[in-house]
């Protein structure tokens, strides 16, 4: 008889943002007459550039003619996108990247999910706290997180780095020794970033431990500060023991395009084996390449013109999160993030726990963020608010926070 | 220390149609002056429907707009059409299925090779042979395969069900007890289809053994013979005892444009679990949606303009595919396939083995097909010609092979 994977099962109540939804629409539903401002997923706002969109349109004309028709995209990715991102994303900024390194996909949520399939069953990982849900549902789901305490909020086999306000939000290295660790700066949820020496301590710990790096940089295009590094290959022998994960989804808008790619060097070996034949087995057999007319659309976020037009759009998020930031910290709140990346981390007033809080700033502000809670036990008593709302949106959400 | 996932390693070579890639652009390489034809890998060569280019320009236009702009997509695919779908793929042919149990995806390939991680690691597996390689190797890759032995071609822990001339490539009903029975009609790659009564006697089999049925209709708008069942849920009882995988990319020339879908109904239930939650879990930790504008592609489709339009595209390649059948029949193979299925099944000549053919063919005709061996040892002696060429190269394949 057919069974289930019992690990799914083990997984408790919904995927976060999923809960949060629900309480959104079951709030509206109860009060049509209110008007939400949502700055808890982390969706854009802003319409696809220009640039992208011309592309866009030329390539579904290409589709609708015999001679210039695609059919099947190469596995890992047309040529001139994965050309593009290895000139423009890694050898402009020093990193040796080439093209064939560079796995074309339908985003870093993905890729972040899916990367644990090509590792041992019996790999420990080790994700920071708080922490994107992803990571660890995933590693749920493959039974790598032995079983889950309520009380606590953790899993039995899952090394959690708490980054709380005391280290910056940066991890300490783990006395254990896991094998998978999952980093991602620009931070999402708690906003910090990570200077490269901090990071360059994490290669040189991987290293010398023979852990794998998953660094998650879907944000990088939101560092302001120059001395931060963009990826993880602008440290030394990162090559050896990291995989970047990059997104289109929050440098260029890309939520409902669906774009990503994820960067396995050559020489990456786990256990003497290399794991790029091996995500490239993956991709072959489970995959089937991103669409034709959304690669197009990629790599028109890195010519001139579409260049400029995605800067302005993050400098435009970047305008909100300063604004949020500030008139917060004026208001008397503790605030984190927002400085290189488009999400403030704030602490809950009075000591609420993050899921009051939620509650609270729905019915009172009807302003909808995401619990702190809903990242980590480390993010209780934390909140994230996203700058990926429109300005009017944020000062209004503001006013409310203000009025309360 | 990171290990890797064994079970990669045990993977013999490469995906099939990674193989057949390198062979031939080897061959061309050598012999720049070959024209080569591709009758290999099932990718289409029309153009998108004018009907769907129309829809793409549309949606592309909204995301270029604040207003009309779009995010993140609902996990599970956009109303518009899932209900479209539901309407006219099932509840048109009196199949009870409603929208909710539509998951949209990027396509047949990700949900078929996908969707046994929501099963236990020990439910056994059961596959026609010959087969599409992406059933087995997915669960290679999840360890429910055992050993492979390169002799019979065959893994210990799998049971082939073989589908020959003998038995008009419909497998028999299993001796062992599999868990898991993936079936595919209209048949890839032998171009089989099956009746009502022989889907019936396996939906009943399911039922009376607690055996989950995959069922890949991704090639059921070939079907010519009305009586033909379209969708497993023609059949009395299949609610509870099947998934079905659809695709846009053999029906509406998706390959490029990735969209399919799954259908899971509520009731459908493995040990005692509903499937159809671990499946909607699964989308929303591990995918982000389809392209917004990809759906409103696949909306297109059914649209009445729509409709005619892909319904010509299937037509011509359904002219190939009688015609293939025609003039092989004429010039003495024995073929298979082809009246309900865009693929040709035929008999290698004199007992060749099938990638001796392979060869044999691209070498002294330059044509390329896919040696039946790769799908599965009894697909030996055995090769697949699609229909998804060009009329011209349909003619010119032909005249080539009598030519030999």
């Known amino acids: 008889m057919a069974t289930v994977n019992e690990n799914y099962l083990k997984l408790p109540g919904n995927y976060l943002f999923s809960t949060i939804g629900k309480k959104v629409r079951e709030y509206e539903a109860a009060h049509p007459e209110s008007r939400i401002i949502r700055l808890g997923i982390g969706d854009v706002t802003q319409p696809i550039a220009p640039s992208v969109i011309e592309a866009l349109h030329r390539a579904v004309d290409e589709m609708g003619q015999a001679e210039t028709f695609r059919g099947y995209a190469p ?41 644990q399939e090509i590792f041992g069953a019996d790999n420990a990982i080790a994700v920071c706290d708080p922490v994107y849900p992803v990571y660890v549902d995933s590693n749920v789901m493959a039974g790598r997180t032995g079983t889950y305490s309520s009380e606590t909020g953790t899993w039995s086999d899952v090394i959690y780095m708490p980054c709380t306000a005391e280290n910056d939000f940066v991890a300490e290295l783990p006395k254990e020794a896991p094998d998978l660790i999952y980093l991602c700066y620009p931070n999402n949820p708690t906003g910090a970033s990570i200077t490269k020496e901090r990071l360059q301590a994490w290669v040189d710990y991987a290293i010398a431990n023979g852990a794998i790096l998953l660094y998650d940089a879907a944000y990088e295009a939101y560092i302001s500060d120059p001395a931060l590094p963009h990826s993880i290959y602008e440290c030394k022998g990162a090559r050896g023991c990291a995989i970047e994960f990059r997104s289109f989804s929050k440098n260029a808008g890309f939520t409902g395009l669906r774009l990503g790619f994820t960067v396995i060097p050559k020489e990456l070996k786990a256990g003497g084996q290399a794991l790029h034949p091996l995500w490239a087995r993956r991709h072959g057999t489970k995959y089937n390449g991103a669409p034709y007319i959304i690669q197009r659309a990629g790599e028109a976020v890195y010519s001139e013109q579409g260049r400029q037009e995605v800067r302005q759009q993050v400098a435009a998020y ?8 500030t008139e917060l910290l004026a208001a008397g709140y503790e605030v984190y993030g927002g400085e290189n990346a488009p999400y403030i981390w704030l ?58």
């Not at 970047?318 to 930031?325: G, P």
Request: hydrophobic share 35%; proline share 3%; net charge negative.
């Open 347 to 404: 602490k809950t007033p009075k000591g609420m726990k993050s899921w009051d809080f939620f509650d609270y700033l729905l019915e009172q502000a009807n302003v909808v963020g995401t619990p702190g809670a809903g990242f980590g036990p480390s993010g209780e008593h934390y909140f994230r608010l996203t700058a990926f709302g429109t300005y009017e949106n944020s000062v209004e959400a503001i006013r409310r926070i203000k009025a309360l």
């Open 75 to 115: 596995d890992l990715g047309y040529e001139f996108l994965r050309e593009t991102i290895a000139e423009q994303d890694y050898r402009s900024r020093g990193c040796d990247i080439s093209a064939d390194e560079i796995f074309v996909s339908d985003g870093a949520k993905s890729d972040c999910s899916n990367i």
């Open 318 to 325: 970047m305008k909100n999160a300063s604004y949020l930031r």
